[in-house]
């Protein structure tokens, strides 16, 4: 079948881009709302959506790259560093701008957000030493209000209470050896 | 038994089974007949689109003669595909001399070959609605025209050369793509009567051919031959539509499309005298049949038929169409 020329239709703003023609309702949004085809290119295709598009230039003040001219657009790129001919649309201008930006933007976005992490983690990890340093301050106050105990002590105690009890199981073996010994006498 | 010496004498029987076949099939061609068809020795074609050339002014004696104007619309390509079949004469067919079976393959093949350009060419009508399709052969294919609209839009444009656009879409007055009736014929003819170019000025399309499927022939021919309006309070005169659709055209493959989608309600009503302008082909090389230029080693003697052609679309506003669907 035949092929258009897409690249006149493109320049022209008679088809969304290069392959891509415009659907039915895109097609009755440039040709009978009469809304500028860059903006129908950006999905914008009722009325309403158009209005509001532009109030919201106006809050911003921002000139959005599709009302630049293709000649402002083309230094525009240049500056970015994106290889260029001369034969380039406007259309593929604005895609390899906004591209090239929003990859700048991603990077810087990147940048931020890694030393924000690094930042979280510094400033918790400080947090846990400060922490960490308060509990040994408490703990030495505490121990210092406690009475002294010589070392060992209770392992003392114990033996020596092991001591008494053997004690006393000898004394009451020899009691009651006595007392045996008294009874074979008694006989 | 047909041997190598044979050779000669059964290309040329060959040859003409496959003439004959063409013959009996282009004479039922509606394809052909509404289509621009033209031949070409490029692989790509281009077709450039002119507005209304002008520049004709009253010229004092002596005044130079001012040069024509012009606005340059669009520009669409053509490029060629290639399709062929072998068509195989097999030993055994020619050690039983089995002339039947030979000239059944050959006439079969060569009808089929005829059947997909047909349909081929119905099914730029048919898919008229969207901007690709997979054509009879299977083939994804662009139905975009040189404004990258579709062949029926409702707002297809003078290619630059005005902001004016035009619709081809057929209304009956209140709907489009009405169904078939009288209302929308008249609503048709009138619409192309009050056409206006890029310039704004009235450049009169007659649409004078009807062109429809098989479940609407019946209703098609009652509408435009009778002689007084069915129905009407009083059996007004029919003049009008039936003095203004001049041709009837029935076009079997306006049922369905080549994958098989049924369209028995589209209709379309085209200028007889422009739509050439709208819809064109561009044969490279008709179908045609050749002898073998080696025998294989099965010892079959394949035939090749095969051709190149491109289908395109040109200014669509000399055709007009409906799939019925009221929407």
């Known amino acids: 079948m035949g092929q258009p020329n897409w690249a006149k239709l493109e320049a022209e703003g008679r088809c969304k881009r290069i392959g891509i023609p415009w659907t039915t309702e895109e097609r009755e949004a440039i040709y009978i709302l009469k809304i500028p085809y860059e903006y129908v290119r950006d999905g914008i295709t009722t009325l309403e959506a158009y209005q509001s598009e532009l109030e919201e230039q106006a809050k911003t003040g921002k000139k959005p790259l599709k009302e630049y001219e293709r000649e402002e657009l083309y230094e525009m790129a240049e500056e970015l560093g994106v290889k260029l001919t001369p034969d380039i649309s406007k259309a593929t201008l604005i895609i ?3 591209d090239k930006k929003g990859r700048k933007k991603q990077a810087a976005q990147q940048l931020k957000a890694v030393n924000k992490a690094y930042q979280i983690e510094a400033d ?45 199981d000898k004394k009451a073996n020899k009691e009651i050896k006595e007392k045996k010994s008294k009874g074979q006498k008694n006989k | 038994m047909i041997r190598k010496t044979d050779f000669p004498t059964l290309t040329t029987d060959v040859q003409s089974i496959f003439n004959e076949a063409t013959r009996s099939k282009i004479a039922g061609m509606e394809g052909l007949k509404i289509f621009d068809v033209k031949e070409t020795e ?19 004696d002596g005044q130079d003669y001012p040069r024509a104007t012009g606005a340059e619309g669009d520009n669409i390509s053509y490029t060629q595909a290639q399709y062929g ?4 004469v097999t030993v055994k067919m020619r ?49 975009a025209g040189p404004d990258a609209a579709s062949l029926f839009a409702s707002t297809h444009d003078f290619g630059g050369a005005s902001a004016d656009t035009f619709t081809n879409i057929i209304s009956d007055g209140t709907n489009d793509n009405p169904t078939l009736s009288r209302a929308a014929i008249v ?91 709208s819809l064109k082909i561009k044969f490279a090389k008709r179908p045609s049949l050749d002898a073998p230029e080696e025998i294989h080693s099965n010892k079959d003697w394949d035939y090749v038929l095969n051709y190149f052609y491109s289908r395109g679309l040109g200014f669509p506003a000399y055709i007009q169409g409906s799939n019925g669907t009221e929407s």
Do not use: C
């Open chain 1, 96 to 98: 390899e701008i906004t």
């Open chain 1, 124 to 168: 918790e990890r400080a947090k846990d030493v400060a922490r960490q340093q308060k509990e040994i301050k408490k703990a030495k106050e505490e121990k210092k209000d406690e009475p002294t105990k010589p070392i060992f002590a209770d392992k003392l105690e114990a033996e020596a209470q092991e001591k008494v009890d053997a004690l006393d």
């Open chain 2, 42 to 60: 490029r692989e790509v074609d281009k077709h450039l689109i002119l507005h209304s050339i002008g520049g004709v002014e009253e010229v004092a």
């Open chain 2, 85 to 88: 079949v072998n068509v195989p």
């Open chain 2, 95 to 143: 050690l039983f001399d089995l002339y039947d079976e030979i000239t059944s393959v050959v006439t079969t093949i060569t009808e089929e070959a005829w059947d997909m350009v047909d349909q081929s060419l119905a099914d730029v009508l048919l898919n008229g609605y969207s901007t690709t399709y997979t054509d009879v052969y299977g083939t994804t294919t662009s139905g």
């Open chain 2, 187 to 277: 609503n048709t003819i009138n619409v192309g009567l009050k056409f206006q170019d890029a310039n704004g000025k009235t450049k009169p399309i007659h649409y004078d051919t009807l062109v429809f499927g098989p479940d609407l022939a019946d209703l098609a021919t009652r509408i435009t031959t009778s002689d007084q309006i069915s129905n009407s309070a009083n059996w007004d005169p029919n003049m009008f539509v039936k003095s203004r659709v001049k041709n009837l055209v029935l076009w079997e493959r306006l049922a369905q499309t080549g994958q098989g989608t049924s369209t028995t309600a589209f209709w379309f009503m085209y200028d007889s005298t422009k739509v050439k302008e």
